[in-house]
């Protein structure tokens, strides 16, 4: 078996179980973002309704766009968010929440929205890299000195191992998580045998939060857990910037490009007449600015000499894309997360509601 990498954090307590998670329409920050205030400058107010990881790097870059655009028209733009599980913010869009922009953790969830028509066709085209300006990987979250010796996707689905990741049925990042698992299994034991190795690892699992952000509470505040299956950012974010030192990472032998995209909602721009600024919003992370607040927030930026300048965080991985292994998002969702998929039809006696 390839030996994982891992690395040790640092000090101090982890805040996260103050964040709502999982709403249906997410967690609404209070106050916006704003710009500078213009004499004769237009006041534009847009709403990012994004997954939950994003939190703390929107933060920072709405109020860098902000500053942009102000210097660039004069006018004054406020950013509200919206965070939540991935699955729940694309269908709190469909039931009437009016996004400008959404930023959300999977294609299929933006896809569900254009089939409703809120947004283009193509609207994957919209933008560079099909509409990802960052991407990110799995990777594993454990306790400080890795005591149960997690190493690879293998130590997943001992029986001494409780894992802890969200629920696939509202959260986007766990079906990244739940397609990492299967790449694996697929690869190293072949198809017939990853869908056993799935389960068993659903298996070994003790909570499924609605979002990412909630099974990070889970492990982190409330204790829960040997390993939590975690987007890199979050982790690194929980390693460095909440130093946090009573985990380490540990990054298995195979993980996922996980690719979360960008759209402007055009239903919602065209009403509200916001369609110019909204895209330039999603035009400006690919900005050297924009690509390096997604580096400090430690998504990995498209931009391979701003990537290079953060090595540190991103160790290489071998990391297969959705495409090579189940060909679309399309294909993924009917096979895996559809109402007959492959996807585990049980779930832990401490789960309330089922898969």
């Known amino acids: 078996m390839n030996r994982g990498f891992y690395i040790s954090g640092f000090v101090v307590l982890f805040v996260l179980a103050a964040c709502d998670v999982g709403g249906v329409e997410g967690d609404r920050s209070e106050e916006a973002v704003q710009g500078d205030v213009s004499e004769n400058g237009d006041s534009i107010e847009l709403l990012n309704v994004s997954y939950d990881p994003t939190r703390e790097f929107y933060d920072d870059y709405n109020q860098a766009f902000a500053d942009y655009w102000y210097e660039e028209t004069g006018d004054t733009v406020s950013i509200n968010q919206s965070h939540g599980g991935s699955g729940s913010q694309a269908r709190s869009v469909l039931d009437g929440l009016q996004a400008?922009?959404?930023?959300?953790?999977?294609?299929?969830?933006?896809?569900?929205?254009?089939?409703?028509?809120?947004l283009n066709a193509d609207w994957q085209d919209d933008f560079d890299q099909n509409s990802s300006p960052y991407t990110?990987?799995?990777?594993?979250?454990?306790?400080?000195?890795?005591?149960?010796?997690?190493?690879?996707?293998?130590?997943?689905?001992?029986?001494?191992?409780?894992?802890?990741?969200?629920?696939?049925?509202?959260?986007?990042?766990?079906?990244?998580?739940?397609?990492?698992?299967?790449?694996?299994?697929?690869?190293?034991?072949?198809?017939?045998?990853?869908?056993?190795?799935?389960?068993?690892?659903?298996?070994?699992?003790?909570?499924?939060d609605s979002g990412a952000r909630g099974s990070t509470t889970s492990f982190i505040e409330r204790d829960i857990g040997d390993v939590l299956l975690a987007w890199e950012?979050?982790?690194?974010?929980?390693?460095?910037?909440?130093?946090?030192?009573?985990?380490?990472?540990?990054?298995?032998?195979?993980?996922?490009?996980?690719?979360?995209?960008?759209?402007?909602?055009?239903?919602?721009?065209?009403?509200?007449?916001?369609?110019?600024?909204?895209?330039?919003?999603?035009?400006?992370?690919?900005?050297?600015?924009?690509?390096?607040?997604?580096?400090e927030h430690f998504y990995r930026?498209?931009?391979?000499?701003?990537?290079?300048?953060?090595?540190?965080?991103?160790?290489?991985?071998?990391?297969?894309?959705?495409?090579?292994?189940?060909?679309?998002?399309?294909?993924?969702?009917?096979?895996?997360?559809s109402d007959g998929g492959f996807l585990i039809k049980f779930i832990h006696h401490s789960q309330e509601e089922p898969f």
Do not use: C, M
Request: proline share 4%.
């Open 301 to 337: 930026p498209r931009d391979e000499t701003i990537l290079s300048e953060f090595e540190e965080y991103f160790p290489e991985v071998n990391l297969f894309t959705i495409e090579e292994k189940f060909g679309s998002w399309a294909e993924a969702q009917e096979k895996h997360f």
């Open 136 to 208: 990110s990987t799995i990777n594993f979250l454990v306790r400080e000195g890795n005591p149960k010796g997690i190493e690879d996707w293998d130590d997943l689905i001992r029986d001494d191992v409780e894992v802890v990741t969200p629920n696939p049925k509202t959260s986007g990042g766990a079906r990244w998580n739940y397609l990492a698992a299967w790449g694996y299994a697929e690869e190293a034991y072949g198809e017939e045998e990853a869908e056993g190795f799935v389960t068993d690892i659903y298996e070994n699992v003790s909570v499924l």
């Open 233 to 295: 950012n979050e982790a690194l974010l929980t390693i460095h910037e909440l130093n946090a030192d009573d985990f380490d990472i540990v990054t298995p032998s195979v993980s996922i490009l996980t690719e979360p995209p960008v759209a402007v909602v055009n239903k919602t721009v065209e009403q509200k007449g916001t369609g110019e600024v909204s895209n330039a919003y999603l035009e400006y992370l690919y900005s050297e600015e924009g690509q390096t607040i997604a580096a």
């Open 100 to 118: 400008d922009v959404v930023t959300l953790a999977l294609a299929y969830d933006i896809d569900v929205l254009q089939d409703q028509e809120l």
